[in-house]
């Protein structure tokens, strides 16, 4: 490393340690992703959905977010968002194994149901885009109790055609909300690709219609979208409203465990999406300024390993929910 | 204590809690400048400022969903939906979000959610604003249902389900709006949900019914005590949860049931209440449980002698007792 | 001469005020001209006119509120002469349209009154004003051996015949109000709700282990013999055969074994029983009665039993002591003018809890008088409601059966029961030591402590052994 190269990361005001968290985050978003997987495939876990591909963008803006401030409501695919936010790998694994201890729901979810009120995380549901709303009327709550904060909402592109995405994207545009409406583009809704998907070239252009800026940003580069988040976070605590940032990734793998995508995709197109997988050119990025070194780097690795190998064999050992405890909390006990 | 009309007192109790609670906020379309197109929520725009009564665009998914998410963050508002035949786009946020958030979330977030929205026909509201929905609500656990049939009810529930955790639907006729009037308790006045109301003591039938059919009821009932006939009136008010205990001590009383309502008959409210009657009281029943609804057609028509047709009348009614007292 | 009237102008609108008028009287009007303002609570409006003419008369004037409908105004139509009498308004406003409500069974009901409606409605969506399920087929089919639940389940509990009761139902149908209203007592039957037989019948059992025998006697009400109906049958209490399997005989339930369950029952789960007892030396009473029964029995042609001796020291003592002569009343109690003593009668249905009223003003004679007029109808299946209601407080004389110890159950909502025991003769230590022979029996009261403390029912059980101690030839019968 040359000393007139600017680091780009220290630009952005992000210090060694920060990045290198980002990364441990990717990384256990990865790894828990990974041995989900296994899991499933072993007849373990019967249900599971991944962020295999869109660690980096998750990464960016969660790190953009303050999680000691700011609420999240998430969709299914923010493994690495929630991690941020504070949730563990022992929390993940409970759900995916639906254990009672499970934090998210008792084990009454499926896996990437996310809650967490400890954690500053809306409990999200099936139906897709419902939470849309919900961080808008988060955000308006806040406005009207004159808290300073921001309310983050994630969705896919598939998502971004329901309704609830575009009156809340309206909603939040008329009242000028502190929303950041962040549409991970990973060109897959299921099995339908982007060109059936969507009739606009791209999905930051809808913000538009609502009156606020959008922008669409590679979901490969996680400082970019570091920034986009910094920047969007700043304009909407100075009241200046919300920001859809489209995030260009690749989901890596099928929709869920119980897709087969070898229906509507081919194996070159994914290789070569996994070529430019955030967590590759994120670990390049960082071995270049010098942050990664082969032996952190291996260290690393390790330290991720044991703590997806603990909280494997921790929610494998815990115990399910009792079933009288259906009947609970339909309403306030 | 004032005699008031129910939509003053559906005011009231809106004006009295917003000035309690400051996590309480009205949303919804027309409810601030003009006050809502019925004028419910004259006035409160002026007192309590365009944050607290906001003026939503046109979108009932998102009127219900923001005020989801608010209420998760710790508010209390209160949606209104223009007309209850609007809330169609909003069933997703309301079935799938907020009946289901305390239990999804094994009660770690909750939804204090309160929806008002005008039902209800006879006024010449066509298939599109005369329609009764509760049928499809009062079906989902994690949800509540009233419906008042008196100003100082309406004040009550309005305000009891401001304070619930959970969400309430809060379903007031729009033909009580200015029919109604009647004393009216000032301040504090709280009526429980889940309980309902024994109107009348009587000794031959008993009449079960809710909402304007409620009115329609006691009017009929003057006039068969001329005849000799003695009723004994529930009113439920509550539709979800129902008031088990007293729909079967009801039935107990004289054995004769009918059930009254403005739904349509099939799925409707009344099913559910004969089918806890037949469960909890089956030796004491001295005829079949009679239900007196309106037809199994998608909504009431527009031009009047076939929205005559659809509604009940206190002369329909009063056939229908006689007939069951007579068996 | 054509009416306007005032319109309903919004779907919750339900009067109007005027506003200005815009045509005066004697001004021409043309069709769908502005006659007036109107303001309502939702909308300010201007009135057309319906009708082409000369405005006659105005009715409401400016600033009066009116309902919706009310006339507002008269316009005399074009080619009409003044005067001409007034036309109703429009057609549909006219009133006296008759809701037909019609009620059909879901079958049709073929031959009923016109005023049931439309048959062959099976399958057809709900008509309004429609109340499905009162069903027409007892119409056609009086009864027809069919009773409604409720009707069952009371003449069941009440041990009534319905062959004996009139329908004022639909069709003659027996209705639950028929059967409420027809009495408890049928062909003698002594079932009184309230009193029951069912303190005495339940300790009879206790004590001997036996049943009552239920004999198929004529002349008692609960036999179903031969020649009855069907209808008859339904309505009598008996529940059937004994079944036996591997594991033993199953009893069917009687009505009057039901009755004694529920009303045991609900006397031990609502009054919190406690219980005394006191040993009294009936050597005195015991020498006066075999001094003087057989002439007693020649006189009056009853026997002189010693329950009326008990009874009369038991009416004395309540007089002393009133609170005991009292019932629980929810939110007081309630202190018994009347002395009114329910006894327990043996009889063949071992129902009779018969009650001799106003016992504090009869004699012993009178007393005996009493229990065996009232045992002898009871037996006979004679008793009348009156008979069987209003005690006020129970005295058994389980010592017919030997017992010397029993714990009655308080017949509900009196307040206290007493049994008075077998008089046995034992050896007893006196005054100065010595020991004799001495007939004693034991006197044993259950009492509701909700309104009666030990130091009351003590004192009430002391003066009883009082009096009873006091019994001596010189005690008069009459």
Redesign the interface.
């Known amino acids: 490393m040359t000393e007139e190269t600017s680091v780009r990361h220290h630009e952005l005001g992000l210090s060694d340690e920060e990045v290198l968290d980002m990364y441990r985050t990717m990384l256990l978003a990865r790894a828990l992703d990974e041995r989900m997987w296994l899991l499933n495939r072993a007849g373990k876990l019967p249900f599971i959905v991944s962020c295999k591909g869109q660690e980096g963008a998750q990464a960016g803006i969660a790190f953009a977010l303050d999680n000691t401030r700011d609420f999240i409501a998430p969709y299914y695919r923010d493994l690495a968002v929630v991690l941020r936010f504070g949730q563990t790998a022992r929390d993940v694994m409970l759900s995916g194994y639906a254990r009672r201890e499970d934090p998210n729901s008792g084990g009454r979810q499926m896996p990437g149901h996310f809650g967490s009120r400890e954690h500053r995380i809306l409990s999200g549901s099936s139906p897709v885009a419902t939470q849309i709303p919900h961080a808008v009327g988060l955000a308006l709550a806040a406005k009207i109790r004159g808290e300073r904060l921001v309310a983050y909402t994630s969705f896919g592109e598939g998502s971004s055609n329901q309704g609830d995405f575009h009156e809340a994207c309206n909603f939040a545009g008329v009242h000028k909300l502190p929303v950041i409406f962040f549409c991970e583009n990973n060109y897959y809704a299921i099995s339908v690709p982007l060109a059936r998907q969507v009739a606009c070239e791209r999905l930051a252009d809808r913000a538009s219609g609502y009156g606020f800026p959008g922008i669409t940003v590679d979901g490969n580069d996680v400082l970019a979208i570091y920034k986009a988040g910094r920047d969007a976070i700043e304009r909407a605590l100075d009241g200046g409203g919300p920001t859809l940032i489209e995030a260009l990734t690749y989901r890596i793998n099928p929709h869920s465990s119980d897709d087969d995508d070898r229906a509507y995709r081919s194996r070159e197109e994914v290789d070569l999406a996994k070529q430019k997988d955030a967590l590759v050119v994120f670990a390049e990025y960082l071995r270049q300024v010098g942050v990664l070194t082969a032996s952190s780097e291996a260290q690393l690795i390790q330290e991720v390993t044991t703590e997806v190998d603990d909280a494997t064999a921790y929610a494998e050992a815990a115990l399910s929910p009792d079933p009288a405890d259906a009947m609970k909390f339909v309403y306030a006990p | 204590m004032a005699i008031k009309l129910y ?1 003053d007192a559906i005011r009231d109790a809106l004006q009295y809690e917003m000035r309690r609670d400051e996590s309480i ?1 009205v949303l919804g379309e027309d409810v601030g400048v003009r006050g809502g197109v ?2 419910v929520t004259q006035g409160l725009i002026e007192e309590f400022g365009e ?2 009564v ?1 003026d ?2 046109l ?1 009932e ?2 009127i ?12 209390r ?1 209160v949606a209104e939906i223009q007309f209850a035949d609007f809330i169609l ?1 909003a069933v ?2 309301i079935i ?2 907020a009946a ?11 939804c204090p959610l309160v929806i008002r929205a005008p039902f209800g026909g006879g ?3 066509a298939l599109y ?1 005369s329609q009764s929905l509760e049928a499809l609500f009062y079906h989902v ?2 949800l ?1 249902v009233v419906i008042p049939s008196t100003a100082a009810d309406a004040k009550g529930l309005l305000i009891a389900a401001m304070r619930d ?2 969400p309430v639907l809060f379903f007031e006729h ?2 009580l ?3 109604v009037k009647d004393d009216v308790p000032d301040g504090e006045h709280v009526v429980p949900i889940g309980k309902a109301a024994l109107r009348r003591e009587g ?2 039938i008993t009449v079960i019914t809710y909402g304007l059919m409620a009115h329609y009821v006691l009017e009929a009932v003057k006039d068969l005590e001329q005849e000799g006939i003695s009723a004994h009136v529930l009113d439920l008010r509550s539709i979800l949860p129902l008031d088990r205990d007293a729909i079967v001590a009801a039935a107990r009383q ?3 049931v ?1 059930i009254v309502h403005e739904d ?3 799925g409707g409210v009344g099913a559910e209440v004969s089918a806890i009657i037949a469960e909890e009281a ?16 998608p909504a009431m028509p527009f031009n ?2 076939q929205e ?6 206190p ?6 007792m006689r ?2 007292a ?2 | 001469m054509a009416q306007v009237k005032m319109p309903k102008l919004g779907e919750s609108v339900t009067e109007g005020t005027m506003g200005r008028w815009l045509k005066q009287v004697g001004d021409a009007v043309g069709k769908y001209e502005a006659l007036a303002e109107v303001v309502t609570d939702k909308v300010n409006a201007e009135i057309p006119s319906d009708y082409v003419g000369i405005l006659a008369e105005i009715l409401v004037g400016e600033g009066e509120t009116v309902a919706v409908g009310v006339p507002i105004a008269i316009i005399r139509e074009a080619g009409e002469e003044p005067g001409t009498a007034e036309t109703p308004g429009t057609l549909g406003e006219a009133a006296g349209t008759r809701d037909a409500a019609h009620v059909t069974s879901p079958q049709g009901a073929p031959g009923a009154p016109s005023a049931v409606g439309a048959a062959g409605q099976a399958g057809a969506p709900g008509r309004p004003g429609v109340a499905n399920g009162v069903v027409s087929e007892t119409e056609r089919n009086p009864n027809g051996g069919r009773f409604s639940p409720a009707v069952l389940r009371l003449a069941q509990e009440r041990g009534l015949n319905l062959a004996h009761i009139k329908g004022t139902g639909l069709g003659g149908r027996i209705t639950r109000k028929d059967v409420l209203a027809s009495g408890l007592v049928q062909q003698g039957t002594a079932s009184d709700d309230r009193g029951g037989a069912s303190a005495y019948a339940v300790e009879a059992e206790l004590v001997t282990g036996r049943h009552a025998p239920v004999e198929s006697n004529p002349s008692s009400s609960m036999a179903a013999g031969a020649g009855t109906s069907p209808a008859e049958r339904s309505g009598r209490s008996v529940a059937g055969a004994d079944v036996t399997d591997a594991e033993g005989t199953r009893i069917p339930l009687t009505a009057v074994r039901k009755t004694i369950a529920r009303r045991m029952l609900e006397s031990k789960q609502t009054a919190p029983h406690a219980w005394m007892m006191v040993e009294v030396d009936a050597t005195s009473l015991v020498r006066l009665r075999e001094r003087q029964k057989a002439a007693f029995k020649a006189k009056e042609g009853i026997d002189l039993t010693f329950l009326p001796f008990f009874i009369k020291a038991t009416v004395e003592a309540l007089k002393e002591f009133p609170i005991v002569n009292s019932q629980w009343a929810g939110d007081h109690i309630l202190q018994r003018r009347e002395v009114n003593i329910s006894i327990a009668v043996a009889t063949p249905d071992a129902l009779a809890v018969p009650v001799i009223h106003h016992a504090d003003t009869k004699s012993i004679y009178g007393l005996a008088s009493a229990i065996a007029d009232l045992a002898q109808r009871a037996r006979a299946g004679r008793l009348t409601l009156d008979d069987v209601q209003g005690g006020t407080f129970t005295v058994n004389n389980t010592g017919a059966f030997g017992s010397i110890l029993s714990q009655p159950i308080i017949n509900a909502p009196q307040a206290a029961i007493l049994s008075v025991e077998a008089i046995v003769r034992r050896p007893m230590v006196q005054a100065d030591d010595s020991i004799a022979i001495r007939s004693m029996v034991n006197v044993c009261m259950s009492l509701d402590h909700r309104i009666l403390d030990g130091w009351v029912a003590g004192q009430f059980m002391k003066a009883i052994k009082r009096i009873v101690e006091g019994y001596n030839e010189q005690t008069p019968l009459y």
């Open positions: 939509i906020f019925f004028r944050a607290r906001i939503a665009p979108a998914s998102a219900v969903g923001v005020a989801i998410g608010a209420a998760a963050y710790g508010m508002p786009p997703n946020q799938s979000e289901k958030m305390r239990y999804r979330s094994n009660n770690d977030w909750s006024v010449h509201g604003h656990p994690g509540k955790p959970d729009k033909g709006y200015r029919l000794t031959d004289t054995g004769k009918l349509n008959k099939t089956l030796f004491d029943l001295d005829a079949p449980i009679a239900r007196l609804c309106g037809p199994d057609i009047a002698p005559k047709f659809y509604m009940l009348s002369a329909k009614i009063a056939e229908a007939q069951l007579a068996f």
